[in-house]
């Protein structure tokens, strides 16, 4: 279904509320995933919407159905269910955000990780939306079945993502606990058999709308790939950005920790550089941003869930330091470049175990991704020269008329050659960094790596989630990440065991983000999976009741002898 691009959010029926909500926050134009679907839902009709993160399709969703939300109804109204914590918290601020000039309106997130109480109290309060991942709202559901009685409007946002986590049978007790009439939107990236047989049971008659893929806007984004093993991820990104002219670039990492420590040693080697994460409060992160769009930063180390939103014209450079889950993330990340026609330029580093994600990052957008080498010596020394010289010429013009007498003293002060004080003065412009070619040599060399023998791969195994490798029975785990600790499960392949379902329930009911979780490990009678050493005790407390398909967790920390 495809209809015309409305030129403002006035001419889409919305609620005059809703408009001066818009009006506050600075919407001016739709998007065309919001111009096509507000007018449906807004007529009532169930829709599939197929847009990728960062369309606009929290707002395509959340605008029409709070026109239609009646906030003297202090009963639930409205259900938006989405895969992760993250995520609903995101939609439930988006919900709250434009709800604010509609006195009365109430909203709750129900998600696992938090405590009950709060959650049950604001519904009891007379909250009229529910933003809920599956496996909690299922929760509540065993202690009140009919929770959901009055629920008229739902959306499933990212159906796919959902299906991935393995919550297929916790929708299906979620949908039979809804009245037949309510109207049902679901919003997908793609659309495998799986969420069609949800929309044939469950929707009437959807309206589809579809939005171009972002893969198709990575035309005017250059890429390339260098190969390098997980411990030389610091050194390739200190000699990658030592020959790359950039204006401003974002470097995307797995962790929270991993921001904090890049960042760090990017700063001791001068860069303007700052961290973002989902622990920087929201007033930090919009200084943040403002800073890079200033040019008071230069690079930021960000994580995806954190980088959501970000549009700074300037930024040229998209540096994946790692490698990301999949491949829309990849889309999503590289499209931080590459802004309004402007040509952009991606790197992506690449351990030997995550060739196989890289494949499937081509196949996905359709492009190859050409692998270049890491910068060489003399590359370095090139590029350093190339900066000083730039530094140095605009200031050449009037420095013999401003400057001239004062050289000449310092010359007869000090009893040198004006040449021996100019190169006093390059190394302390310079800091000390190195501006020969033996020397940038004796910097710890990097060499890039090559990919490991077949026999190899072959005995590695190919990993169960994620783009590494699992290990076959019989082989040791392999070595944990600085920071995490391994847990073990007794669920293994022969229950049915696959690492989406542990994934999924790790996250909704520990509460953590995803780049928290390293590792998972599928075994045929158990599984390993890593993660926080901090906080891990408390963590296990949360997931002591987890199941998963129907059996007990019972999680537990590894010991390896």
Known sequence: MTQEVTGTFAELGLHPSILAALTAVGYEEPSPIQSQAIPVILAGHDM?????????????????????????????????????????????????????????LSVVAVYGGAPMGPQLKAIRMGAQVIVATPGRLVDHLSRNDQLLSTISHLVLDEADEMLKLGFMDDLEVIFQAMPASRQSVLFSA????????????????????????????????????????????????????????????????RTKQATLDLASALEAKGYKVAALNGDI?????????????????????????????????RITHVLNVDMPYD???????????????RVGRALLLVTPRERRMLQVIERVTGQKVAEVRLPNAQQVLDARIKKLTNSLAPLVADAEASHGELLD?????????????????????????????????REQPLVPTVSA??????????????????????????????GRAR???????RDGIAAKNLLGAILNEGGLAREAIGRIQIRETFSLIELPEEGLDRLLGKLKDTRVAGKALKLRRYRED
């Open 487 to 493: 847990c073990r499960t007794a669920l293994g392949t």
């Open 48 to 104: 599939i919407g197929q847009a990728q993160t960062g369309t606009g399709k929290t707002a395509a969703f959340a605008l029409p159905i709070l026109s239609k939300i009646d906030p003297a109804k202090r009963e639930l109204q409205a259900l938006i269910l989405a895969p992760t914590r993250e995520l609903a918290l995101q939609v439930a601020t988006a919900f709250e955000t434009y709800a604010k000039q509609m006195p009365g």
């Open 409 to 441: 003293r310092l010359v007869a002060d000090i009893g040198c050659t004006p040449r021996a004080l100019a190169a006093a003065l390059l190394r302390k412009a310079t800091n000390g960094q190195s501006l020969n070619l033996a020397d940038v040599e």
């Open 281 to 313: 409060a929201q007033n930090q992160r919009e200084r943040v941003i403002e800073s890079l769009k200033d040019g008071r930063l230069d690079i930021v180390v960000a994580t995806d869930v954190a980088a959501r939103g970000i549009d700074v014209p």
């Open 327 to 341: 491949p829309e993330s990849y889309v999503h990340r590289i499209g931080r470049t590459g802004r309004a026609g």
């Open 453 to 482: 023998p077949r026999e190899r791969r072959e005995r590695d195994g190919e990993r169960s989630s994620g783009g590494d490798f699992a290990p076959r029975e019989r082989r040791a785990p392999v070595p944990l990440t600085e």
């Open 190 to 253: 793609t659309l495998p058999a799986s969420i069609r047989t949800i929309a044939e049971k469950h929707l009437r008659d959807p309206k589809h709308i579809k939005i171009a893929a972002k893969t198709q806007t990575v035309s005017l984004i250059e890429q390339a790939h260098l190969m390098v093993h997980a411990d030389q991820k610091v050194q390739a990104v200190s000699r990658l950005l030592e020959v790359e002219e950039f204006d401003a670039l974002i470097a995307f990492v």
